[in-house]
Each structure stands twice: as C-alpha cells, then as structure tokens.
C-alpha cells in the first residue's frame, strides 16, 4: 500500500500483442500443480507424487479491443490457429513499482453475444497457459530435469 492506496482494477494494465489493452471488463487467470500425497497401508504419509502443472486465463474484452485481437489472428488462420500469445498483467499505483504476472496462454474459446439494452459489447475469451506464469520474473514452476 502507497499513499493509502490498495491495488483495485484502476491499477490493473494488461498488455496483448495489440498493445496496451484498456477494454477489459474482467480477467481471471489460475494456475495449479496437481500433487498429491502418497500415504500408506498405515494411513500416514510417505511422500508426494507429482502432478502436472496447468494454468487458465479468461478475458473479458469490449469488442473494439475483440475486433484488434481477432485482426492480429488473421495472419496465422484465424483466432483459433494463433500462436499462444503473451499476456501480460500489471499492478501498481503512483509511486509504486509494478508488480507483473507473464502469462503465455494459447486461446480456445470465445463467445459472444447482445441483448436488448446493452450499453457495450463484450467477447470473453478463454485459454490454457503453455508455459508456467512468471509473477515478478519469478516462474510457478520450474520442472526437474
């Protein structure tokens, strides 16, 4: 906190390969490593057996920043066949050095639609990360090998 000021949405800025993405009704994005701990015939623990790490990220776009994205998918044969694209997820206020999530997420699906007295369109759209998320540099993950 700065200044009495705590993070809210006014301090959030995402980046997408358009840019600087200022219709953003809403984000979601999670990520989880599926361990589970192994017990034995006594009911206690013996260790912890690794699961796979996956992530998800929802957007919520007005539709003029849809309409961008789905332009920048063109080239590669529509919104479906883009490459995972970077989103990149920032918090901080005046004063304050930003905190960043990188998120690598590959799209697979939107949807749309309009109702009698909208006052603006939205398209959520939804993916998977293909890469752990670095939050401050730092992954959530980093696999033996």
Known sequence: MINGLTYDFESIKIMLPTGLTLGVENIDYSDEKGDEVATGTNGLPLGIGRG????????????????????????????????????IVSFGNAGQPPDT???????????????????????????EFTAPMLSNGVPAFVPYL
């Open 52 to 87: 796979e790490y996956k992530g998800t990220c929802k957007l919520e776009l007005h539709r003029f920043e849809y309409d961008k994205l789905n332009l920048y998918a063109a080239p590669f044969g529509g919104f479906y066949n883009m490459p995972p694209i970077p989103v």
């Open 101 to 127: 999530d990188n998120l690598t997420v590959h799209f697979t699906k939107r949807n749309f639609k309009g109702a009698k007295g909208d006052k603006n369109l939205t398209v959520p759209i939804e993916g």
